[in-house]
């Protein structure tokens, strides 16, 4: 088996309906391809792991450089690994919406966030980078404002 995560930007503000739709199509092509992952999306970013056969992998993230919905993708991590760390993920969507919410729920939002990130056991070093990058982009994206 084989892991790789990366980054990217959002072309264009996505909304719900957007989402859905996203989530809608990779949910039934990942149960079909067995691929199993986590996909964030915070502030018009996206940072996803992805695991299963490696050409199976490999072929999805080509499409996802070339998907009109990223820009600036970039790869940081790939590795053979011998077990998932997200065996029973499908992919989630929570929606946050910074101008509609409350500090305190976004607040609330990114410290599950980090919360779930301590919490995991990865087992290779991509899963390792997946979670600490996602509590970068959070920490570091709350400072934007």
């Known amino acids: 088996m084989y ?9 264009k503000p996505l909304t719900n309906a957007d989402f859905g739709k996203l989530l809608k199509e990779a949910r039934s092509f990942n149960q079909n391809n067995g691929i199993t992952g986590c996909l964030i999306s ?3 970013n996206f940072i996803q792991i992805l695991e ?10 080509e499409r996802i450089k070339v998907d ?6 970039k790869l940081f991590s790939e590795d053979h690994i011998s077990e ?9 969507y929570y929606p946050i919406d910074e101008n509609s919410v409350s500090p305190s729920e976004l ?8 919360l779930l990130a301590d919490l995991s056991k990865p087992t290779n ?10 509590k970068f982009l959070i920490s570091f994206a709350s400072d934007d404002r």
Do not use: C
């Open 107 to 114: 607040e609330q939002f990114k410290s599950n966030l980090t």
């Open 68 to 73: 009109s919905r990223h820009t600036d993708v």
């Open 84 to 92: 998932r760390d997200f065996p029973d993920w499908g992919m989630a």
């Open 42 to 44: 915070y502030r018009g």
């Open 52 to 61: 299963g056969d490696q050409k199976v992998v490999q072929a999805l993230y």
């Open 125 to 134: 070093v991509t899963a390792i980078l997946f979670w600490k990058r996602i």
């Open 3 to 11: 892991t790789l995560t990366y980054e990217s930007k959002a072309t």
